[in-house]
C-alpha cells in the first residue's frame, strides 16, 4: 500500500542557538537583491544580532537565494564576541560593505530594513516586537504564545 503522504522537506541546521539569558540586540534584513542575469531570482541577507549572557555579542549573517519563490542557496557567516561598544561601528561596517559589494557587482543598491531591540528586555517582549515589525517572517511554536 503506498502512503498518500509527502515527504518532509529538509529542513536546514540552525543558524545559531540562543541560551535562556541571551537576548536579541538587532535584526537587520536586506530589500531583496536582484539580478539581471537572472530575473526569477533574488538575495536577502539577514543579520541576527544577539547580546550573550556573557556580555559579548554575536553577529550572524543568513543569506538566501530564491528562485520563483523557492530557497535555491542558504549560506551561514558568523562574527563572535564582539564588545558592546563596537557594536555599532561594527553593524555600520557590514552594511557599509554588502550594500558597496552588492552595487559594484549588480549596479542595485540595497535598502535596509533595521530593528532595534537592544533596549527591549525579555524573550517574549523581544518576540512580540520582532512579529508586530513585520521585517521577516517569524514562526513560533504551538507552546509559544505572544499574548
Avoid at 14 to 34: G, N
Avoid at 80 to 103: D, N, P, Q, W
Avoid at 109 to 116: A, F, K, V, Y
Wanted: charged share 25%; net charge negative; glycine share 4%.
Amino acid at each position: 500500500m503506498k502512503s498518500n503522504q509527502k515527504p518532509e522537506p529538509e529542513q536546514p541546521e540552525p543558524a545559531y542557538v540562543m541560551e535562556s539569558d541571551d537576548q536579541f540586540y538587532a535584526i537587520i534584513v536586506s530589500s531583496p537583491i536582484r539580478y539581471e542575469v537572472e530575473p526569477d531570482a533574488e538575495t536577502i541577507l539577514t543579520f541576527f544580532v544577539i547580546r550573550r549572557q556573557s556580555g559579548t555579542i554575536d553577529i550572524f549573517n543568513i543569506m538566501k537565494t530564491f528562485q520563483n519563490d523557492k530557497c535555491i542557496s542558504r549560506k551561514v557567516q558568523s562574527k563572535l564576541g564582539i564588545s558592546e561598544s563596537k557594536i555599532t561601528a561594527e553593524l555600520e561596517a557590514i552594511k557599509t560593505h554588502f550594500t558597496e559589494g552588492v552595487r559594484e557587482k549588480t549596479n542595485f543598491t540595497i535598502s535596509w530594513n533595521e530593528l532595534d531591540l537592544s533596549s527591549v528586555i525579555g524573550r517574549y517582549a523581544q518576540m512580540r516586537r520582532i512579529h508586530a515589525w513585520d521585517g521577516l517572517r517569524v514562526w513560533t511554536q504551538p507552546d509559544f504564545s505572544l499574548n
